[in-house]
């Protein structure tokens, strides 16, 4: 038990710190702890089925251990972690490079604490350096390589929709070679960990700083424009108005009770935005801020209204909601 101890914190204690001080970090708080939890956890629901399919494909592919794990594990591994972040991607459950990036590295997180819990239970009378290496090597490895396709999917879905695949394969790529690399330099284990101690921390961070100075801006940006149309409705000056001029050329297409709806649509979609960018303005200033009771009672009626004015309605509504990743995220963020 003396023995057991150390190895399991040398193991485990690493990325868990890591992925500590990234939530640390996250000055804007996108990434609730029950998330994280629940990622981690799909994170080691993706070890095990990596463990499965590794051990198929190894029995029956013409190849030794070695060349195995340096050409075909990361395919395998980087795969299975990126199925989970494809899916937040594409249900909006991220909307910043910080968020997607704490979720990156906490699916890695997962992963690599049940591979080194296997480990442990298979082999424990291994030498307590060993588990050294393993915990600030291969256990941040698989945290930041899954950090950087969470990162590079979730940037290259502002400019593209999060449901064409394509956006999703320069990022898995890029895992899939880091991962490679890192099992080209397996029998150089400390020059593996140090490279890994250097690369992934430094990557990651840069990203992270820029991420939340674009926020910042987004933010001002986002808040200024919307303030404006909302005043725009609210002081009756809305006729006015390029948009109020473009909302009565629908009178055209539209009957008059979906045109109220559309405009009902319109001002709550923007209340609800303009609450979310405070909410996270309140929370960079320190303030645990959460969403009232009266902002899910607009959430639910929004919801209510969506299905009134349907899929062409929201069409028509395009130039006005920005619907972004980002504005999309921050509306799922206010009514979850």
């Known amino acids: 038990m003396t023995e057991f101890i150390?190895?399991?914190?040398?193991?485990?204690?690493?990325v868990l710190i890591f992925l500590g001080v990234l939530i640390y970090l996250d000055s804007y708080k996108l990434v609730r702890l029950r998330w994280v939890i629940l990622t981690m956890a799909l994170g080691g629901v993706a070890a095990a089925a990596s463990y499965s399919i590794n051990?198929?494909?190894?029995?029956?592919?013409?190849?030794?251990?070695?060349?195995?794990?340096?050409?075909?594990?990361?395919?395998?591994?980087?795969?299975a972690k990126a199925l989970v972040l494809i899916w937040f991607i594409c249900s909006q459950r991220t909307g910043f490079l910080v968020d997607a990036s704490i979720f990156g590295f906490a699916v890695g997180t997962g992963f690599a604490l049940l591979e080194n819990a296997y480990y442990l239970?298979?082999?424990?009378?291994?030498?307590?350096?060993?588990?050294?290496?393993?915990?600030?090597?291969?256990?941040v490895m698989h945290g930041g390589t899954t950090s950087i396709f969470a990162m590079g999917s979730?940037?290259?879905?502002?400019?593209?929709?999060?449901?064409?695949?394509?956006?999703?394969?320069?990022?898995?790529?890029?895992?899939?070679?880091?991962?490679?690399?890192?099992?080209?330099l397996f029998f150089s284990p400390v020059f593996s960990t140090l490279a890994t101690l250097v690369?992934?921390?430094?990557?990651?961070?840069?990203?992270?700083?820029?991420?939340?100075?674009?926020?910042?801006n987004w933010l001002e940006v986002g808040f200024d424009a919307d303030t404006e149309l909302l005043e725009l409705m609210n002081s009756g000056r809305l006729s006015e108005s390029k948009v109020g001029k473009y909302l009565q050329s629908l009178r055209e297409k539209f009957s008059g009770e979906v045109v109220m709806d559309l405009l009902c649509y319109l001002r709550i979609h923007l209340e609800?935005?303009?609450?979310?960018?405070?909410?996270?303005?309140?929370?960079?200033?320190?303030?645990?801020?959460e969403p009232d009771e009266e902002t899910r009672a607009l959430f639910q009626e929004m919801n209510y209204l969506e299905k009134s004015i349907g899929k062409t309605g929201k069409l028509a509504l395009l130039p006005f909601l920005h619907v972004s990743g980002k504005e999309l995220w921050q509306l799922y963020m206010i009514g979850k």
């Not at 150390?6 to 690493?14: Q, S, Y």
């Not at 449901?163 to 490679?180: C, D, N, Q, R, T």
């Not at 690369?199 to 910042?216: N, T, Y």
């Not at 609800?272 to 801020?289: T, W, Y």
């Open 6 to 14: 150390p190895r399991l914190l040398a193991g485990f204690l690493p």
């Open 121 to 139: 239970r298979s082999i424990p009378d291994t030498h307590l350096v060993v588990w050294v290496l393993r915990g600030l090597g291969t256990a």
């Open 154 to 184: 979730q940037l290259l879905a502002e400019f593209k929709s999060p449901k064409k695949i394509s956006i999703f394969l320069p990022g898995l790529l890029a895992a899939m070679l880091l991962h490679s690399r890192f099992n080209h």
């Open 272 to 289: 609800l935005s303009l609450r979310a960018k405070g909410i996270l303005m309140m929370r960079e200033a320190g303030f645990d801020a």
């Open 199 to 216: 690369v992934f921390p430094l990557l990651i961070f840069v990203v992270f700083d820029k991420s939340e100075e674009s926020l910042r």
């Open 55 to 79: 051990g198929m494909l190894l029995s029956r592919l013409a190849m030794d251990f070695t060349t195995y794990s340096r050409y075909v594990s990361p395919v395998v591994e980087e795969s």
